[in-house]
């Protein structure tokens, strides 16, 4: 009996909670995985894993800069004016004037605090008024967004040179133009970077912190811009692609909050 629960635990892995259900003609393909919540975690070394995120970070780095050095030498345009004003009513000295940052400007219709007054408030501290260093932060989130694009992927496909080619077409894409360009569309930019950030925490933390972080990032989220409000359907078709057989009671009860938020 030993023996035969030892050889069923060799061909199944016992998981944390829920199965992740691959196929059995699949499983032959993917044979150094652990089951986690919503994904099997491959047994890497640490060094190897590390390596290649670094690497993936340098050529995405050298993309981007390559890119959009041209906007390093670029001044502020059309919206930035009016946002750098209305940073400039926020002073430092105390947390008083500092929660002015979530006071609405043009009423709640485009309430966007994270993304505006917060983001060009930390700008000015860091920078004063100099583009170059606003230019250079705007450029660093593009290249952040690439590599959570490349984490996502890398959790979802299990091949690193699968994510790495994703993350290619995401940077590459001629959209992402403006953006780089334009500070004022951190309100693009500063979102994806925590809808991104949600994602990825969520098919990837196994722990009790998985639901109260991604909640704390679905929140900045919103706060940077409303586009965010469609990230408890992403949430709830990445539990359905990944974990077709878990318990959805228990689905329902963790993404409730997402849809009460949103």
């Known amino acids: 009996h030993r023996s035969g629960s030892s050889s069923q635990a060799g061909t199944r892995p016992l998981t944390s909670g829920v199965d992740f259900c691959w196929p059995a003609r699949n499983r032959s393909r993917v044979p150094d995985v652990v089951s986690g919540d919503l994904h099997p975690v491959r047994r890497a070394s640490l060094w190897r894993a590390g390596g290649t ?9 050298a993309f981007e800069v390559w890119t959009y050095k041209d906007c390093l030498r670029s001044f502020f345009h059309f919206d930035d004016f009016w946002v750098l004003a209305a940073a400039a009513r926020v002073q430092p000295h105390s947390v008083r004037e500092l929660l002015r940052i979530f006071e609405p400007i ?6 966007r605090p994270v993304s505006t007054v917060l983001y060009f408030f930390t700008l000015r501290e860091a920078f004063g008024y100099d583009p170059t260093g606003y230019h250079a932060t705007q450029i660093a989130f593009q290249m952040l967004n690439g590599v959570l694009v490349y984490a996502i992927a890398d959790s979802v496909l299990f091949s690193r040179p699968l994510a790495a080619a ?8 001629p959209g992402h133009a403006i953006a780089a360009c334009w500070i004022a ?11 991104f ?3 990825w925490v969520w098919v990837r933390l196994d722990s009790r912190w998985r ?3 991604t909640l704390l990032l679905f929140a900045a989220a919103l706060l940077a811009s409303e586009h965010a409000v469609s990230l408890p359907l992403t949430l709830t078709a990445a539990s359905l692609l990944l974990a077709p057989q878990r318990d959805w009671g228990r689905t329902g ?5 997402f849809y009460l938020m949103g």
């Open 185 to 195: 569309l951190f309100t693009m930019t500063g979102t994806t970077f925590f809808y």
């Open 197 to 199: 950030l949600a994602v």
């Open 253 to 257: 009860r963790e993404l409730a909050g």
């Open 166 to 173: 994703v993350a290619l077409v995401y940077v590459t894409a």
């Open 106 to 111: 043009h009423g709640f219709l485009l309430y």
């Open 53 to 61: 995120v670094v690497a993936v970070v340098v050529a995405l780095t």
């Open 211 to 213: 639901i109260p972080l």
